[in-house]
């Protein structure tokens, strides 16, 4: 694979979209709650995109993965129950989600290894993400990654598990 990860164009807002279509039914498949409100939708995804925080996984030209990093910038984490590692800058990675023709690739834990990459090079030294606690694949690779449970957040209704790695 000719992996890139680059900040998302609006053309490219209906193959993101497709991709998170397919992890809504997967998420439904294995029995989750999460997305399965109407969140995320293709708004959302233009709304990442304008704002500069929509970021698409290559393999050479073909779009394989999407996520939104922002900086700073998560109202639903100053109401942590729970602690944080750390109270300064952080990143935030949101709507994770992996092409269904490119599953089982380790790709979704890349995606977290170039989030860390962009924040060290933005200066920011934690990364805090949060998932609904019925989806297993995330709460996994955050283990895989050492990620530290932290507490939960209230997201549209509903308690979700918080984690935050700390970078060098």
């Not at 999407?66 to 602690?83: C, R």
């Not at 979704?108 to 962009?118: F, P």
């Given at each position: ?52 925080s929509g970021y698409v996984l ?111």
């Amino acid at each position: 694979m000719n992996l890139n990860f680059r900040k998302a164009v609006l053309q490219e807002s209906d193959s993101i979209w497709a991709i998170l279509s397919q992890a809504i039914v997967r998420r439904k498949q294995d029995g989750s709650q999460q997305w399965q409100d109407g969140y995320p939708n293709l708004e959302v995804v233009k709304k990442d995109i304008e704002k500069g925080s929509g970021y698409v996984l290559t393999d050479n030209d073909i779009i394989i993965g999407y996520a939104s990093i922002v900086f700073n910038d998560e109202p639903a984490y100053d109401e942590l129950v729970g602690t944080w590692l750390t109270n300064g800058d952080f990143a935030v990675l949101h709507r994770l989600a992996i092409s269904e023709d490119y599953l089982g690739k380790g790709l979704a834990k890349k995606i977290l290894l170039y989030t860390e990459e962009l924040a060290l090079q933005n200066n920011i030294f934690s990364i805090k993400v949060d998932t609904n606690f019925d989806n297993i694949p995330m709460l996994k690779i955050f283990e895989k990654l050492d990620y530290v449970y932290c507490g939960e957040v209230e997201f549209r209704g509903g308690k979700r598990k918080a984690f935050e790695k700390k970078l060098s």
